[in-house]
């Protein structure tokens, strides 16, 4: 199996660490181990764990870390990083967003509005499916993931319009979907991006639960890190960015008095600093990988235990 994945923004994110030889670091998405391995080889008697909830992730990370006795790996999901430390405190944490390269581009995965293969896009490979989703969910259901997630202008019409061809037949495949979104869409609305790309992105989201896993999971990994520690997370569209974007501007908030307060009563003082605000690629990434073009880093340090 080759799971082949091109880390967006990749010195940037691991220098954004500022990797201690004798630190402990999470990988939280490790992936295709593109990031974990630049951090094993900067360790000497310090600890990664690697992290991925994907089942052909896991299979590529034990092949490509097996040779580092100071990295664990462990099939779970970011919101569970707690448990998965037991206590312990980290030097530096890294999530990097969204789906994989290899996840698009292996179509029976059913990631991808280029391929056609069952609708499926779980990244655990466990749960219920995007063909799950599609088949059962009602017209107001599908209506609100696509417009909350996916910010789809034609939500109401591509949810009543799958209701109605699931009625004649289950819908199985990518392609499927995609002939029933363009039906629900007028011609100059498909002229800027693919028509499926917004529809995809929320059903996706909904499927692996993303925006609630990172909702828990970004107070969980800033209180998993220790004084001095860096939460570093690459995004890949507005929704996660906003959220990161607001809850790091959160944990960098100090007092909170009214302005006109002559002194500080609230006694709140910053829990970390924001060092990594929104960094975009480089146009030179761009010409090498097309798909970096919607990412963001944005990376935090904490200031202080509690």
């Known amino acids: 199996m080759e799971f082949s ?20 670091y999470v990988d939280c998405t490790a992936g295709g181990a593109g990031h974990s391995k630049a951090i094993a080889d900067r360790l000497t008697t310090g600890r990664l764990i690697a992290i991925d909830r994907d089942p052909d992730a896991i299979e590529i990370l034990n092949e490509r870390l097996g040779s580092f006795p100071q990295v664990t790996i462990v ?19 890294i999530a990097d967003l969204g789906v994989s390269s290899y996840q698009l581009d292996e179509a029976s995965r059913g990631f991808s509005f280029h391929k056609n293969a069952e609708l499926d896009m779980r990244m655990s490979k466990t749960g219920r499916s995007a063909k799950d989703i ?40 990518t392609f499927e979907l995609i002939d029933i979104i363009k039906s629900s869409m007028p011609q100059k609305a498909m002229r800027d991006s693919h028509p499926a790309r917004r529809t995809f992105q929320a059903l996706r989201i909904e499927v692996n639960a993303e925006l609630e896993q ?12 220790k004084k001095g520690g860096r939460l ?19 944990f960098a908030q100090g007092c909170t008095c009214p ?38 880093l944005r990376a935090v340090e904490k200031l202080k235990d509690e």
């Open 134 to 173: 599609v088949n059962s969910y009602s017209v107001g259901e599908l209506t609100r993931v696509l417009r909350e997630y996916g910010e789809e202008r034609y939500a109401n019409r591509i949810a009543n319009n799958i209701v109605t061809a699931r009625e004649k037949k289950e819908i199985n495949t």
């Open 232 to 250: 570093s997370v690459i995004t890949f569209h507005s929704l996660e960015d906003r959220m990161v974007k607001q809850r790091f501007n959160s």
């Open 5 to 24: 994945h091109i880390p967006v923004l990749f010195y940037e994110t691991v220098n954004s660490l500022n990797i201690k030889p004798d630190g402990l």
């Open 259 to 296: 302005k006109d307060f002559p002194v500080c009563v609230c006694g709140k003082t910053p829990r970390g600093k924001v060092i990594i605000k929104g960094l975009a690629p480089s146009e030179e990434e761009l010409k090498s990988n097309p798909r970096a073009h919607s990412a963001r």
């Open 214 to 225: 990172l909702n828990t999971g970004l107070d969980d990994m800033f209180d998993c890190l």
């Open 75 to 93: 099939q779970n999901t970011f919101n569970n990083i707690k448990e998965i430390l037991s206590g312990a405190k980290a030097d530096g944490i």
